[in-house]
C-alpha cells in the first residue's frame, strides 16, 4: 500500500470557510512533514512544514497539526480566500531504500467566492 | 530569488526517440532531485543527487538515467522513451539532504506519441 495517503482528492469549500486536509503515514521513523501547494502551471512551493517534537504549528491563517501515535497530520486553512484555490500536497516519510520523502496524492482546492 | 529553471515547458517526442531534460539552480545546492507528477499519484521520485557525479535511485527509476557533470546541473535521461512516460517531470534542490525544503522547477510536460 501506499506509504503516505491523502483525503481528500478534491475539495470545494465557500470563501471565508475553513478547509482541512489529511494525511496519513505508515513509516513512524521520520520527524519532518511538510505541505506544499502548486498553482496552475507552476511548480510545488512549500507553505509550512513541522517537525515531530511538536503537535501544532501556525503561519497566518495555515496550521499544521501531527499526531504521532495516530500517524496523521493534518494542513487547516482558515478564512478561505480564491487564491488560495490550488493543488495541496502532504509529505511523510518514504521507502526505507530511498529515504527521501513520500508525496501524498494531492488535493485540488477549490474556494468559491 | 531562488531558481530552478527547466529548459523545456513542453516537450513532444516520438516512441523510441532519446529524451533529455535539463534542470539548472542557482543556489548553490549539493541536493538536486527529479520527480515525476502524474494525476492521482502525486510527485513519484525518480532519481536524486547529493554531489557532483553522484545519482541515487528514487522509487521509479526503470527507463531513466541521470546525468550530474556540474554541481548546478541535473539532467534526466530517457535512453528510449515510450508512451507510459507521458507525464510532467519536475526538477527539484534543496540544502539539506533528507528534509527541509524541495525549491521546485516549473516543470516539463513530455508528451511521448
Known amino acids: 500500500g501506499e506509504n503516505v495517503e491523502q483525503h481528500p482528492s478534491t475539495l470545494s469549500v465557500q470563501e471565508g470557510d475553513s478547509a482541512v486536509i489529511k494525511c496519513t503515514y505508515s513509516?513512524?521513523?521520520?520527524?519532518?512533514f511538510p505541505w506544499y501547494k502548486q498553482e496552475l502551471g507552476k511548480g510545488p512551493q512549500l507553505i509550512i512544514d513541522i517537525r515531530s517534537n511538536v503537535g501544532e504549528k501556525k503561519d497566518q491563517r495555515i496550521a499544521v497539526t501531527l499526531n504521532k501515535t495516530a500517524k496523521h497530520f493534518s494542513l487547516h486553512i482558515t478564512e478561505t480566500q480564491p487564491e488560495d484555490s490550488a493543488v495541496y500536497f502532504c509529505?511523510?516519510?518514504?521507502?526505507?531504500?530511498?529515504?527521501?520523502?513520500?508525496f501524498g496524492s494531492g488535493t485540488q482546492l477549490t474556494v468559491l467566492p | 530569488d531562488v531558481k530552478v529553471t527547466q529548459s523545456s515547458r513542453y516537450l513532444v517526442k516520438r516512441t523510441g526517440e532519446k529524451v533529455f531534460l535539463e534542470c539548472v539552480q542557482d543556489?548553490?545546492?549539493?541536493?538536486m532531485f527529479w520527480y515525476r507528477q502524474d494525476p492521482g499519484l502525486g510527485l513519484r521520485l525518480i532519481y536524486f543527487s547529493y554531489d557532483v557525479k553522484m545519482k541515487e535511485k528514487g522509487d521509479i527509476p526503470e527507463g531513466y538515467s541521470v546525468s550530474r557533470e556540474k554541481k548546478e546541473r541535473f539532467s534526466l535521461i530517457l535512453e528510449s522513451a515510450s508512451t507510459n512516460q507521458t507525464s510532467m517531470y519536475l526538477c527539484?534542490?534543496?540544502?539539506?539532504?533528507?528534509?527541509?525544503?524541495?525549491?521546485f522547477g516549473e516543470g516539463s510536460r513530455l508528451t511521448v506519441l
Open positions: 527539484a534542490s534543496s540544502f539539506h539532504r533528507d528534509t527541509g525544503e524541495l525549491f
Open positions: 509529505a511523510g516519510p518514504g521507502p526505507s531504500s530511498a529515504r527521501q520523502l513520500t
Open positions: 513509516d513512524s521513523a521520520s520527524n519532518y
Open positions: 543556489m548553490d545546492h549539493e541536493n
